[in-house]
């Protein structure tokens, strides 16, 4: 009997913790908090729903607004009805203002939907700009600030309910973007120059005097490093400036024929810049150029071709004489086959990469255990289970007690 109780304790310890286990792998837990892209203070306005329009929509008791049953009148065809409700104006007191949080509870039933657009705008009254659909995370910058809910809901259902709603702001500094060019290499000329800012009046320096911003458009910048400053201001008066360096490098063409062997040009596509190719296997004697009888220049072999060039040494035949050295033979010429310099390279420094037990098998296990939820769920059960089987052992070990308290069971561990 007190076996069985203590196979029954130890069940429900292993039941507990595999639940918290699952919960704590598959919760999502969300939480509104601060943007980093702001700077200076978050402040956080709550909507009363006293300066708003209802329209289809009401305030019902608690500050929650519902659809309005009664625009259903005497229809008795109606299936579902709407309505919406368009918000106050929020004041962010300044023009630098970023609002990038709309916080809000809502009870939604069965085939019912709430649906919430926002715009911000530059005047106390927002009119001239339009409303758009609200996805995601708010981000937007404006002075002020006002969003509209459109509601839906079945005849026979529950309305759907948004109460709570509440908006936040920080102050930023006035932004530019730069988003091209960037701090980058670019091998053609043309340039595109694309800035982005919420004010009108944006000039920029194009090397010798400052030139307005009006869109984006393509410029023409000459090989070398350059710098791009930028410059905004706003209707108050407000600057900021921001800056990218970038180069432009721009390969010059090549042409055979201009008395340079450079480029992709080898002795095979070009003879008359490069030379003739020399074949691999044709190693010539040792060649002597005499200036005078008994003064000149000998050379050794050529050596193998290494990177497409063979190269000779050339010393003056009598030591005692020094020809002249406009005389010198050539001491290096292109040539085809033979190795690169990478190849030897690898061959001399490329080493099979060792890797011990525990590395094959901890990158074979881990890798796509770890990678997927599944596989990670079934590893945190599985040290659940080994240490449940351990915390019995234990028990066994230490031969627990069991007290009884009237009809129910408790136990305790000493």
Not at 329 to 351: D, H, L, R, Y
Request: aromatic share 12%; proline share 4%; net charge negative.
């Amino acid at each position: 009997m007190e076996k069985k109780s203590v196979n029954r304790g130890l069940m429900f310890l292993l039941i507990f913790l595999v639940v918290v286990g699952v919960f704590l792998l598959y919760s999502r837990l969300t939480f509104t908090g601060y943007v980093t892209n702001v700077i200076g203070p978050t402040s956080t306005l709550s909507e009363s729903f006293t300066t708003g329009v209802f329209d289809g929509t009401q305030l019902s008791e608690g500050g929650v607004i519902v659809l309005n049953r009664s625009i259903l009148g005497n229809e008795t065809n109606l299936t579902s009805y709407s309505g919406n409700y368009t918000s106050g104006i929020f004041d962010g007191k300044q023009n630098a203002i970023r609002w990038h949080s709309f916080v809000y509870k809502e009870n939604i039933s069965e085939n019912s939907t709430i649906n919430f657009y926002f715009k911000t705008c530059d005047d106390s009254n927002c009119e001239g700009e339009e409303f758009e659909a609200l996805t995601g995370n708010l981000s937007a910058i404006g002075r002020f600030f006002q969003y509209r809910v459109e509601m839906q809901g079945l005849v026979t259902g529950e309305s759907p309910k948004i109460y709570d709603v509440n908006v936040s702001y920080s102050p930023f500094s006035l932004p530019i973007i730069i988003e091209s060019p960037q701090a980058t290499t670019y091998t053609n000329a043309s340039v595109l120059v694309n800035i982005s800012s919420n004010v009108s009046s944006i000039w920029f320096y194009n090397g010798t005097a400052n030139e307005t911003y009006i869109g984006a458009f393509y410029r023409t910048f000459a090989n070398g490093a350059h710098v791009l400053t930028v410059w905004a201001r706003d209707s108050e008066g407000n600057e900021n400036s921001t800056s990218v360096s970038f180069t432009v490098s721009v390969p010059q063409p090549v042409s055979c024929g201009d008395g340079s062997c450079n480029g992709n040009e080898t002795c095979s596509s070009c003879a008359t810049d490069c030379g003739q190719c020399q074949q691999q296997n044709e190693t010539p004697e040792t060649e002597t150029t005499t200036q005078e009888e008994g003064c000149g220049w000998i050379c050794g072999n050529w050596s193998e071709c290494v990177d497409g060039v063979q190269t000779r040494i050339c010393n003056p035949a009598n030591p005692e004489c020094v020809p002249p050295e406009e005389e010198r033979p050539s001491e290096s010429q292109p040539c085809e086959g033979g190795v690169t310099t990478s190849a030897i390279e690898e061959t001399e420094t490329t080493e099979p990469t060792k890797k011990g037990f525990f590395s094959f098998v901890g990158s074979a296990i881990v890798g796509p255990i770890f990678k997927s939820k599944i596989g990670l769920t079934f590893v945190i059960l599985l040290v659940l289970v080994i240490g449940g089987l351990l915390v019995y052992k234990f028990l066994l070990k230490d031969k627990l007690k069991l007290k009884f308290f009237g009809k129910k069971k408790f136990l305790f561990f000493h």
